[in-house]
């Protein structure tokens, strides 16, 4: 049986997309105070996409930082609580290797990672860029 492969937490200087020394890839995004809950979904989502494009079924390990949104929700505001909670472990969390949130810590993917991103993600209610 192959261990599990446990990565490396090495966080990159700016946000991005880079190319890990282990053959991993980092993805860091921050959302601003301006970012609504719309833009950063599909933020999160379109660098996932470019990730898989770019470097096609590596171990990817994804780190958000979420600026502005204080709120009573466990320091967050409805949306980025929702964001964090709800969004972020019904979708994203299944397309990465690992992942680190300010609302979970860091956490390993009990299961191996997908990397059947669809096309385009619909979420009902929510717009599309540019709609």
Do not use: C
Request: charged letters at 25%.
């Amino acid at each position: 049986m192959e261990p599990l492969f446990v990565p490396e937490y090495d966080k990159p200087d700016a946000p991005g997309i880079a190319m890990n020394f282990n053959n991993t890839v980092s993805i860091y995004h921050i959302v601003s105070p301006e970012d609504g809950f719309e833009k950063a979904v599909n933020d999160v989502f379109s660098l996932l996409k470019e990730a898989q494009e770019k470097y096609p079924d590596w171990p990817r390990l994804f780190y958000l930082e979420i600026r502005g949104h204080e709120g009573q929700k466990s320091g967050f505001d409805e949306d980025f609580f929702e964001f964090q909670q709800e969004f972020w472990f019904s979708t994203i969390s299944y397309f990465v290797t690992a992942f680190d949130t300010p609302l979970a810590g860091n956490l390993l993917n009990p299961n191996p990672q997908r990397n059947d991103l669809p096309d385009e993600l619909v979420i009902e209610g929510l717009k599309k860029p540019g709609s």
